[in-house]
Nanobody, 126 residues
Framework: QVQLVESGGGSVQAGGSLRLSCAAFGYTYGRYCLAWFRQAPGKEREGVTSTGDYGSTWYADSVKGRFTISRDNAKTTLNLQMNSLKPEDTAMYYC????????????????????WGQGTQVTVSS
C-alpha cells in the first residue's frame, strides 16, 4: 500500500528557508499527480503546488517565485523548497497523491487526490 511520509518542517524567521520532503513510493509509471497542500488554523486546506507524470508544475499565486516543487531522480521523493518565507506561510503542510485523469493536468483541488501524508508543521515568525 502506498504511503506518504512528510519530513522537514520546523520553525524559521521571516525571510528564511525550509525544505520539505515526502517519501512517495509507487509513483513512477502511469498517470498520477503529486502535490503539496497546506492548512492554517481556522482556514480551509489550500493547494500550494503540484506536478505529475507529465512533468509540468502548478503554483499558487501566493508562492510563485518563492517555492519550488521537485522530485529526486529515482522518483521516490517529492520535495518542496520554500524560500523567502513569510508569516502567512505558517501552516500544516501535506503531501498528496492521486491518479491523473486522461487529458487532465494536476491541479489544486483536494478532491483529485486520494492519498495523504500525516502533515508537517511549518511556522514562520516575524
Amino acid at each position: 500500500q502506498v504511503q506518504l511520509v512528510e519530513s522537514g518542517g520546523g520553525s524559521v524567521q521571516a525571510g528564511g528557508s525550509l525544505r520539505l520532503s515526502c517519501a512517495a513510493f509507487g509513483y513512477t509509471y502511469g498517470r498520477y499527480c503529486l502535490a503539496w497542500f497546506r492548512q492554517a488554523p481556522g482556514k480551509e486546506r489550500e493547494g500550494v503546488t503540484s506536478t505529475g507524470d507529465y512533468g509540468s508544475t502548478w503554483y499558487a499565486d501566493s508562492v510563485k517565485g518563492r517555492f519550488t516543487i521537485s522530485r529526486d531522480n529515482a522518483k521516490t521523493t517529492l520535495n518542496l523548497q520554500m524560500n523567502s518565507l513569510k508569516p502567512e506561510d505558517t501552516a500544516m503542510y501535506y503531501c498528496a497523491a492521486g491518479p491523473r485523469r486522461l487529458g487532465s493536468s494536476c491541479g489544486p483541488e483536494s478532491s483529485e487526490y486520494n492519498k495523504w501524508g500525516q502533515g508537517t508543521q511549518v511556522t514562520v515568525s516575524s
